[in-house]
């Protein structure tokens, strides 16, 4: 009927983006860490995050079959959450790490909130900061390129040739066995999907250009970690080496493109993204310097997370012909 | 008030007016000791001594407390009978009172006490006030037992210190951390809330119906 006036609110243009676009392409950008994590420890990281993506899918499906609500498995975030959360974990792990992990992070810091735009703190963290439950588990990494049984549901301790994390070595006031090359590329001891800080900044790019995040938090937030580790390097160890072991270890590049960048539990405005950025690189630092944990990324992230509504509110924009030129404020 | 019924009171004590679950009062006791059953039990047990002294000698002295100076009476009443209580405690159960630390002597702040020595025991006879401390001191014993239940259950894998799941479970340190006590204690508060609202709902649609029968 075109002769019909057609008269609706707006938005009156859309562009065809939806949520599931945009984390199918999260999803691409992960990729690449991912098949390195597969072959740096073997198919056994490959098992562990699908065990992980099929906990958060099925525990969020179960969740909201429960409290009646329509069912959104098929918007992808929960598989986003799944690779994520076990890209916070080492191969080693026992199955139910992921499992239990995937149950907290849907139910507890995302269902119960409300789902998918209403919780407050990013899922994945929150789960990452529960499973310190069991801090020996989770903190056992494997040697680069050592067999892992890929299919038992937990390792042996005599499968497991363990090793120091970068991170953990420089707490104990040193520098790490790995050579700042193995740092980049990612043949070093870690998380699975943390280790290789080139492939994990290629995905980063990839949303960048694909406009998918933009680039005020992971710039302030690394750029902060970068300053503060090369102004205060610890005595006795070269500033730019310092700073170069820092920014290539722990979750920090990872967390800085695709967990401090969630849109539901980041700041809308560009001023507030930065702020946003600055005080997670902060907080990280100082709980690397000073904190009982060697990383301090996870806990970073959730402090900011809590903040995020006063950033919002500090950093509104005027509206336009809303204040007059010569107003006082 | 006079005419109101004990079951009313008791029902009211333990879960449509519960102290901890409800009317959230009390929440820094609650949090920090609920990690073992024991801890909760010694609790809930020294609260509801205090709870009942102070309501019977709050309600016996209602009509001489000068009403400008009525909280500051209570608080000499009720420390009182905390100090008795804190030394009975350091005398008879020394573990316990260790273990419990500072919160004994914090009981003189605990709001419950004050709040129904202020809603209740100031407007009420003896009676109904020894009741309502009753009813009051089971529902905050039972909500903290309830609470460390859970955390001492899948937090240490104990209960009263005796081990449950055996050598080989791998308890959730998380729920024996003050943010366990939280995330814990909201969940039973949506628990006892969804009760409530659906108790509410029922009576709602029961008078309706009874009324003029309408379509529900």
Redesign the interface.
Known sequence: MPDLLTVSPSPHIRNGITTRRINIDVIIAMLPALVWAVYVFGFRSLFVVLVSVASCVIFEALFELVVRRPVTVLDFSAVISGILLGFNLPATVPLWIPIAGGAFAMIVAKGVFGGLGKNIVNPVLAARVFLFSWTRVINTFSKPFSALPVFSFSLEEADIVASATPLSAMKNGGLPDFSLVDMFLGTKSGCIGEVSAILIAVGGIYLLIRKVISWHIPVTYLGTVMLLTFIFPPSGTDALQFMLYQVSSGGLILAAFFMATDYVTSPTTPTGKMIFGIGCGAITVFIRYFGGYPEGVSFSILIMNLLVGYIDKLTKPKRFGGVPKNAKQ | MAGKKISAQFKEGILTNNPVFVQLLGMCSTLAITTTVTNALGMGLSVTAVLICSNILISALRKIIPNQIRIASYIVIISGFVTVVEMLMKAYTPELSKSLGLFIPLIVVNCIILARAEAFASKNAVLPSIIDGVAMGIGYTVALILLAFIRELFGSGTLLGYSVFGDSY??????VSPAGAF?TL??II?AVQKILLRKKDRDFRKQHESGDGSDD
């Open positions: 791998q308890p959730v340190s998380m729920l995330i909201g969940f949506a």
